[in-house]
């Protein structure tokens, strides 16, 4: 339900559901992201389930909640700021050099302008405390959700169970993603193994607030036009099964009955489907764009 006296938040498109890859690029340019397992993952269209729960997992540390509340857009249009996220790291990923530092710093232009202080105190973060959407801790939080959670859909939805070695490969592959999101490299764990133990830690320290909670709302409502029936209950089903629990029950998140069947039949859909998918249809155009740009059959 729409709270009182605010607007009509926009509706979105069935087309931008679907965003073009760049144009063909280079002949030769790998681009700023080199073949392998983070760009194989990252091809895959089913990737975009996680997308929900990265959001509700970066605005869960009350720093990117705050900078988000006082600064983005997403309560004029969470759905709109969702899907230029995704065609920005879709370019990054799969464009020639050029494209993708053309889309990060794009991305880095808006983020020059959040910055400020903690309007109110929440536990750990007194009020005043300052934060800057570039700030290289913050910057990696951000970049962990986007990385654990496409991992986390490969493997739970799509069946694709990476050994430690395609976990190595996947995490240390996208560290030039990371880079150009102003990450800086002398803070990137070192390994996989790394990485996982700083998720851990840093998921232990989240704070879901009344302003992560109004992200929350807002993503997990069904905004495309016309409307698809169902489609949010199953994303909150899906977010809900996604997440660390500690942070869906924070959320509301229940894994209720209802909602672990639903993510269940949703699970065993995508992963009888799959094998039977063309890759047209199941991997990102941008995907197939950067192949032909190298002129790697597959």
Do not use: K
Request: charged residues 20%; positive net charge.
């Amino acid at each position: 339900m729409r709270r009182p006296g605010r607007p009509p938040l926009p509706r979105l498109p069935l087309s931008a559901l679907f965003p073009p890859p760049p144009g063909p690029g280079t002949p030769g340019d790998a681009g700023a992201c080199a073949p392998g397992a983070f760009r194989d993952v990252t091809a895959e269209r089913a990737t975009v389930l996680g997308g929900p729960a990265a959001i509700l997992l970066q605005v869960a540390h009350p720093l990117v909640a705050e900078g988000v509340a006082a600064h983005s857009d997403y309560t004029a249009g969470p759905s709109h700021r969702l899907l230029a996220t995704l065609q920005a790291a879709l370019t990054v990923t799969f464009g020639d050099t050029a494209q993708a530092r053309a889309a990060a710093r794009a991305v880095g232009a808006q983020h020059a302008r959040v910055r400020g202080t903690t309007r109110e105190a929440v536990p750990g973060t007194p009020a005043g405390t300052p934060y800057r959407a570039n700030d290289p801790d913050l910057a990696l939080w951000v970049h962990s959700t986007l990385v654990w959670t496409a991992r986390r859909v490969a493997e739970r939805y799509l069946g694709r169970a990476l050994s430690a070695d395609e976990r190595e490969r996947h995490w240390r592959g996208s560290w030039p993603f990371a880079r150009l999101f102003a990450v800086p490299e002398a803070v990137l764990p070192p390994t996989a193994g790394d990485f996982e133990r700083y998720w851990d830690s840093a998921v232990a320290g989240l704070v879901v607030t009344d302003a992560a909670r109004g992200v929350a709302r807002d993503v997990l409502t069904q905004r495309t036009r016309p409307p698809l029936p169902g489609v949010a209950a199953m994303a909150r089903s899906v977010t809900a099964d996604l997440l660390p629990p500690s942070v869906a029950d924070a959320y509301d998140l229940a894994r209720t009955p209802g909602r672990r069947a639903a993510a269940g039949v949703t699970r065993a859909l995508l992963r009888a489907a799959r094998p039977a998918l063309p890759d047209r249809v199941a991997r990102w155009p941008h995907a197939a764009v950067a192949e032909r740009r190298l002129a790697v059959p597959r």
